[in-house]
């Protein structure tokens, strides 16, 4: 079975803090592919990044970044300085190697105050 | 292109009565899949599709049929609604295979209120 726990429900930050969102997962496959979605307030969900398991390298995408650790089997998302515009709930997901068929974790709710 | 959409946006119902979620995607994707959203618990699996014809279960999918005559089309039945099922109800659709680009689209999501 494949389990994703995402330990912090709610993170409070004040803007231009830096805020690291863990997220630990749990799968018996070899193969598979690890993803970060935000959902603002306005409920759509949207993609941030998908990694594959044999791509260990970090990612950057402008304040975002990305650490994908196999060895404790996390995959945490760094954002830095922190704009208000980022307050939202992020969920990390698990997908298998033949499908796309996601399994969440409980998602953490980001509040960044100005 | 419209990518994922669904309908109604929002929807009461009262126990008992039954009713069909719409999804529709215009990507030509290969896969299709349904979630809900509890508070709390993030998104859980309902039912899935790997193309038109073939549909499968996933996590919760008690109380929900699917079906998938077409490739574009991906409906959710509810087939005698309990308050249980109150949640947010979110299609996806993504392409076959293990490409680094098959991410999953998102519908806007269809917030079901069961009395």
């Known amino acids: 079975a494949q389990k994703v726990t995402q330990a912090q429900t709610e993170i409070s930050v004040v803007e231009k803090e830096d805020v690291t969102l863990d997220c630990v997962y749990e799968t018996r496959d070899t193969t598979y592919y690890l993803f970060w979605y935000k959902q603002p307030p306005s409920g759509e969900l949207v993609f941030l990044i998908r990694?594959?398991?044999?791509?260990?390298q970090n990612e950057i995408s402008g304040r975002y970044s990305w650490n994908f650790q196999k060895s404790t089997s996390s995959f945490n998302f760094t954002i830095t300085a922190s704009q208000v515009v980022d307050s939202a709930v992020y969920f990390c997901a698990l997908g298998p190697n033949a499908g796309n068929m996601l399994t969440f974790g409980g998602g953490t709710r980001l509040m960044v105050k100005p | 292109n419209a990518g994922v959409t669904q309908t109604p946006k929002f929807q009461v119902l009262k126990t008992g009565q039954s009713m069909t979620l719409q999804c529709a995607q215009d990507?030509?994707?290969?896969?299709m899949s349904w979630y809900r959203q509890d508070p709390g618990m993030g998104l859980r699996l309902i039912h899935y599709?790997?193309?038109?014809?073939?549909?499968d279960q996933g996590e919760v999918p008690n109380g929900y049929n699917v079906s998938r005559s077409t490739t574009e089309d991906f409906p959710l039945r509810l087939l005698s609604a309990a308050p249980s099922q109150t949640s947010v109800y979110f299609c996806?659709?993504?392409?076959?295979?293990?490409?680094?680009?098959?991410?999953?689209?998102f519908g806007p999501g269809t917030r079901l209120t069961v009395l």
């Open positions: 996806a659709s993504s392409r076959n295979g293990d490409s680094s680009y098959n991410e999953q689209f």
């Open positions: 599709s790997v193309g038109a014809g073939i549909t």
């Open positions: 990694r594959n398991s044999f791509d260990e």
């Open positions: 990507m030509n994707h290969e896969y």
